[in-house]
């Protein structure tokens, strides 16, 4: 199989997606469950068990984003400006959700703890929803006119497909965060985060499977690709498998392997979606041909020759210190004074 | 609402820039002085060093968090506001940025974790070696920001590809691109205005301390270095702002001639010192000296600097902004430097102590660097004007064409309610931080840290 520079950059900025669900998912998910943690001791606890990573993950959108401009300038503008009122709600999410993590652990105050447990999970359940229907409208298309602009609203946005992959993906991420949760933890709050697992499994895979009925019966072009290209299946049945295997690991005590199958869920899960896109990036159903794909929206083959020697030596760097820093950080968290 | 699209769209991305850009040039400069003052603890085992590092890196937490915070609304706005832009120049502008986040962002958030938290879980050198990469990763974004918005200023390295609206530029030469015209004189420029930046922070800190009496070993260390830092990076600041005038002058003539009020072209121009423009009648009223820009721009009293008038109209800057940013930058600059000079004098005359109106001066020297910065990039921005990319596209061509007024209205309104927000709740946090000052634990290292490396005289005589 010959891959051309363009699919290259297809997966690249995949991966770097991907990268972020997976690593952003769990402090998403941890965020989206504080709230849950009714003492202060716990909610410390929580924040602390992402506190040393949370900004190297979020750090993975920064990057798909400047690579997605790079790589597909047509795709970012077009995207960008189409999901405006989104992306703003989506940063203000963000926003208040990292400054909470660095602003809540300066006071005792009782209302100013409260005040940012708030903004922290209300900003973390937000960014999960919205990055979810964000990639839902990408799934169910997106309608685009000839000069390759988006052509819906804001309210056209939130249709009930794009709304259940929101839903969908806060429940994977609140899934993911809780298992990370479990690892990190011990004592009262490990034994109340297994529960929540429990419950966060059962949630995530019944959105699952209403998601996988309501794809195939409803997104006529991502069931058809499946069926031109039955390939894929085998990554669905990995999907399918991995998501399976993590009440088998997490019933077993194995977190470790829980967390890890949690992960190979979210990677085949972001390889399904991409592979059923390829080679379009935004397709529009109305008017196939106004879809901005791997070839119309891409950057000058120059500029992506260039890009990728920029990948080639930043990425193994990237990789490496970000396995240290897990390295160092790993093991239960414990509270000190120069935790949050 | 009155206004368009343009006007709220250049306010918005002007506002939460300026916003953001509070922060970087304190996580710059504070990285900096604290690879100084982590590396003395570890050279000379002095461990009120470590009290400083460890102060100064609980200030560096607030800055960078509020910093990154800021920093993603950046990214997105090139693509929610200015999209026809993005495309025209995503093939350029988009590698500068996508290496930003791989050789910048990743370095930064990910050894600043160990900075932080990583205390007693590393060992010395290992942490050491974090702060520095901290820091390096601080300086790469800056240099990347730099190369992307220089090639605004003065694109090269590119050639335009196909017609109208489906025009672009397209890389060519990547090194022309990363080391246009501007780049290297703008950087230096950027980044000795953050090391003020952070300098003068720890300067004013330190300054209070001693006005009111309290850390007083802290507080002198503290000032020493800041003192220095501050002199030494007002003087290079000096030194790269006359060269980045230079590349002005012959780069972007227009910019210059805004700056200075410039209408005719003239040999044996005059610099002005202070003074106001009349627009009407095509003048400055004030105090200037004679042949002093000619001189400053082409090392020559008599070679003549080219005047708006040699330009069409339609390509002037706004002549009044862009002569009162550039001037109140170079006055506060001149402060600057005015102030961290005396600074350092008294401090080694060793009377600085007694001149409390020095030091009061001091407290609040901390403004004039943060307030040089934002003005320095309004008149590098605003002087670039009615350019989005210098002589290529202009401005209004830029923006998204499916983004209405009303929506940015909305979103403008949410960012000014998020950012009045948090500037309180920073500023209250930098203050209560201020006020709790140093903490006495940290002069006895404990866990991994109190491995001593040797026996230095200072501990000895403990």
């Known amino acids: ?340 | 609402m009155g206004m368009d699209v343009l006007t709220l769209s250049r306010i918005q991305f002007g506002a939460t820039i300026a916003f953001h850009y509070i922060y970087p040039p304190l996580s710059i400069g504070l990285g900096l002085l604290l690879v100084i003052m982590e590396g003395l603890w570890l050279k000379t085992n002095d461990n009120l060093y470590h009290q400083m590092a460890r102060f100064w890196t609980r200030v560096f937490a607030l800055t960078f968090a509020v910093g990154v915070a800021t920093g993603i609304v950046m990214e997105f706005e090139f693509g929610t506001n200015w999209a026809s832009y993005s495309r025209f120049v995503g093939d350029v502008f988009g590698s500068a940025l996508a290496a930003e986040g791989i050789f910048a962002f990743f370095l930064e958030s990910g050894f600043l974790a160990v900075l932080l938290f990583g205390w007693d879980k590393v060992s010395r050198k290992v942490h050491f070696l974090s702060t520095c990469m901290v820091c390096l990763g601080a300086h790469f974004s800056a240099v990347w920001i730099v190369v992307a918005n220089s090639w605004m200023q003065t694109p090269a390295g590119y050639h335009i590809v196909g017609q109208g609206l489906h025009a672009r530029a397209e890389i060519t030469d990547f090194w022309q691109l990363v080391f246009n015209p501007s780049t290297v004189q703008r950087l230096c420029h950027t980044v000795c205005g953050a090391w003020c930046a952070g300098a003068f922070l720890v300067v004013s800190v330190s300054a209070w301390y001693l006005l009111k009496g309290r850390h007083l070993d802290f507080a002198r260390k503290s000032l020493k270095f800041g003192l220095f830092v501050a002199l030494a990076a007002s003087l290079l600041q000096a030194a790269t702002g006359h060269l980045s005038g230079q590349g002005i002058a012959q780069n972007q003539p227009a910019k210059l001639a805004a700056f200075e009020g410039l209408y005719n072209t003239a040999s044996n121009a005059p610099l002005v010192l202070a003074g106001y423009v009349d627009e009407k009648n095509q003048r400055v009223v004030g105090l200037s000296a004679p042949g002093l820009l000619s001189f400053m721009a082409h090392n020559d009293f008599h070679t003549p600097v080219t005047g708006l008038n040699e330009f069409k109209p339609q390509d002037w800057p706004p002549v009044v902004p862009c002569f009162l940013f550039f001037h109140g930058m170079v006055g506060l600059g001149m402060a600057m430097l005015a102030v961290s000079a005396l600074g350092f004098l008294y401090f080694h005359h060793g009377s600085l102590p007694q001149r409390r109106w020095l030091l009061w001066l001091l407290v609040f020297s901390v403004l004039l660097p943060e307030m040089a910065n934002q003005l320095g990039w309004f008149a590098a921005e605003v002087g670039r004007q009615p350019w989005i990319v210098y002589g290529v596209m202009r401005t209004p061509d830029g923006l998204s064409a499916v983004v209405q007024a009303n929506v940015v209205v909305a979103s403008l309104i949410l960012f000014t309610l998020i950012y009045c927000l948090l500037f309180s709740v920073f500023i209250y946090l930098l203050n209560d931080k201020i006020q709790h000052g140093p903490l006495a634990d940290d002069l006895i290292p404990a866990g991994k840290l109190a491995l001593p490396i040797r026996e230095s005289p200072a501990n000895r005589l403990k």
């Open chain 1, 1 to 340: 199989m010959h891959l051309d520079l363009n699919s290259i950059w297809f997966i690249l900025v995949g991966v770097l997606f991907t990268g972020y669900a997976v690593l952003d998912g769990f402090d998403l998910g941890v965020g989206a469950l504080h709230l849950f943690a009714n003492r202060d001791e716990e909610r410390r606890l929580l924040i602390n068990s992402i506190g040393p990573v949370w900004d190297g993950n979020e750090v993975w959108l920064v990057t798909g984003g400047g690579a997605l401009f790079a790589a597909f300038p047509n795709v970012y503008a077009t995207v960008f400006s189409g999901f405006y009122l989104a992306l703003m709600l989506l940063l203000a999410a963000l926003i208040f959700r990292a400054v909470a993590i660095e602003f809540r652990s300066k006071q005792p105050m009782r209302w100013w703890r409260q005040m940012w447990d708030v903004s922290f999970s209300v900003g973390s359940i937000t960014a999960a929803l919205l990055i979810g229907v964000a990639l839902g409208n990408i799934a169910w298309g997106v309608p685009v006119d000839d000069r390759g602009e988006f052509a819906g609203s804001f309210l056209g946005l939130l249709a009930p497909y794009p709304l259940l992959v929101g839903i969908t993906t806060l429940a994977l991420f609140m899934m993911h965060g809780a298992i990370y949760g479990v690892m990190k933890t011990e004592g009262r709050l490990h034994d109340k985060l297994r529960v929540w697992t429990m419950r966060c499994i059962i949630f995530f895979v019944i959105c699952a499977v209403t998601l996988t009925m309501a794809t195939l019966l409803y997104v006529p072009h991502m069931a058809a690709r499946l069926r031109a290209h039955p390939w894929l299946f085998s990554v669905a049945l990995a999907n399918m498998l991995a998501i399976a295997n993590i009440p088998r690991e997490f019933h077993h005590g194995r977190d470790r392997l829980a967390f890890l199958s949690s992960c190979a869920a979210i990677i085949t899960l972001m390889a399904l979606f991409s592979l059923n896109m390829f080679p379009d990036i935004l397709y529009c159903p109305e008017h196939p041909e106004n879809s901005l794909t791997i070839y119309n929206a891409a950057s000058s083959p120059q500029t992506l020759h260039i890009m990728l020697i920029i990948a080639a030596i930043g990425v193994p760097a990237v990789i490496a210190y970000t396995v240290c820093i897990y390295w160092i950080f790993r093991g239960k968290v414990k509270l000190d004074r120069i935790s949050y």
